[in-house]
């Protein structure tokens, strides 16, 4: 048993009090040894990721290939290339814009009070309360998200 510094001022433990303290000392000091251990592994990880790194900055430069050499076309080619060529001029839409950009208003927004929002969640099954911190307003529970989503519950019959 390793012996208490604080002996003196502690009280004498029962037997089995005895065996749970040295338990919980051989739990403590095998989590300790696996702390050190993974810290340990995880300082040597680093230092050789560095060493790779300053490595692969060092040779990255110094490692090359040689470009492809370039071959010029044969003027026969360049010929055909012409003959296939075509050009055609595209013009924009003003229109675009005006067809394309959001609505100024969004027409689906509702304004509603506190009151009717509690109502509303309750009615779809996600009741919360409001909680008012300072201007911030914010709902106690969770109201949204793919997790939420549950069969309604039967109504009452």
């Known amino acids: 048993m390793t012996p208490d ?5 502690s009280p004498e433990l029962s037997a089995a009090g005895a065996a749970r303290r040295e338990r919980m000392l051989e739990d403590i000091l095998g989590d300790m040894v696996a702390r050190h251990r993974r810290r340990r592994v ?3 990880a680093i230092g050789a990721a560095m060493v ?14 040689p470009p492809a050499p370039m071959s010029t076309p044969s003027p026969s080619l360049a010929r055909q290339a012409d003959a296939s060529v075509r050009i055609r001029i595209v013009q924009s839409d003003p229109d675009v814009v005006a ?3 959001a609505p100024s208003s969004p027409g689906l927004v509702r304004r509603i009070d506190d009151d009717e929002l509690v109502r509303t969640l309750v009615e779809v099954h ?4 409001l909680i008012r911190v300072g201007t911030e307003v914010r709902l106690s529970a969770a109201v949204t998200g793919v997790d939420l989503i549950q069969p309604a519950p039967p109504p009452p019959a």
């Open 52 to 65: 790779v790194i300053a490595l692969a900055v060092v040779v990255a430069p110094l490692v090359r290939t």
């Open 42 to 44: 995880r300082r040597r």
């Open 99 to 101: 067809r394309l950009a």
């Open 126 to 129: 996600r009741p919360a309360g």
């Open 5 to 9: 510094p604080h002996a003196a001022t």
